[in-house]
């Protein structure tokens, strides 16, 4: 069975800390992918990124970057120096051949103060 | 632009009335989802097209009814059946499924039964 657990279920920062979102997954497949969504309060969700399995090398993209590590079965996501225009709900999700479909994860509801 | 349309955005119905929420893509792709997400949660998948006249149910298909006579576009259905339709739903598409590339999603429509 598939799974994904984002336990932080809100966090407020004040602009210009960094934050960390945490994600662990749970899947039998070797073969999978994982994704970060954010959701704003417009409610369309906007893709961040996608990783798979077989790359576990951490991704840096502006302030935002990625912490893949499969021995413990985490995607974490940072954002340094958040911003205003952080705040949003942020999805975890996992996609894996025998599934045939994405599981995504609660949810992370991010504000960040000015 | 290419995009995912989706409307209304907010949709008001009495209990008992079937209603039909549109989802146009003009993208070119393939595949098509319906999400149902309800607050606090994540996104639970309904239903899925990967090519034209062909959809599948998702986790939570009961109640509600799809088709995908074209491949822009793949109307969903709330029947009187579902017991419990207020949520917001999400439309997206892939390129194709289920490889796990990008989901774009739309906009989203806010029902309520009144």
């Known amino acids: 069975a598939q799974k994904v657990t984002q336990a932080q279920t809100e966090i407020s920062v004040v602009e210009k800390e960094d934050v960390t979102l945490d994600c662990v997954y749970e899947t039998r497949d070797t073969t999978y992918y994982l994704f970060w969504y954010k959701q704003p309060p417009s409610g369309e969700l906007v893709f961040l990124i996608r990783r798979n399995s077989f790359d576990e090398q951490n991704e840096i993209s502006g302030r935002y970057s990625w912490n893949f590590q499969k021995s413990t079965s985490s995607f974490n996501f940072t954002i340094t120096a958040s911003q205003v225009v952080d705040s949003a709900v942020y999805f975890c999700?996992?996609?894996?051949?025998?599934?045939?479909?994405?599981?995504f994860g609660s949810g992370t509801q991010l504000t960040v103060l000015p | 632009d290419g995009g995912i349309t989706q409307s209304p955005k907010y949709l008001f119905r009495k209990e008992g009335q079937n209603v039909t929420l549109s989802c146009e893509q003009n993208?070119?792709?393939?595949?098509m989802y319906w999400y149902r997400q309800d607050p606090g949660q994540g996104l639970r998948l309904i239903y899925y097209s990967q090519i034209v006249n062909d959809f599948q149910k998702g986790d939570i298909a009961e109640g509600y009814s799809v088709s995908r006579e074209k491949k822009e576009s793949f109307p969903l259905t709330v029947t009187s059946a579902q017991k419990n339709p207020t949520a917001f739903y999400l439309c997206a598409s892939s390129i194709h499924m289920p490889s796990f590339d990008e989901q774009f999603f739309g906009p989203g429509t806010r029902l309520t039964v009144l």
């Open positions: 999700a996992l996609g894996s051949g025998s599934a045939r479909q994405l599981t």
């Open positions: 993208l070119n792709h393939d595949a």
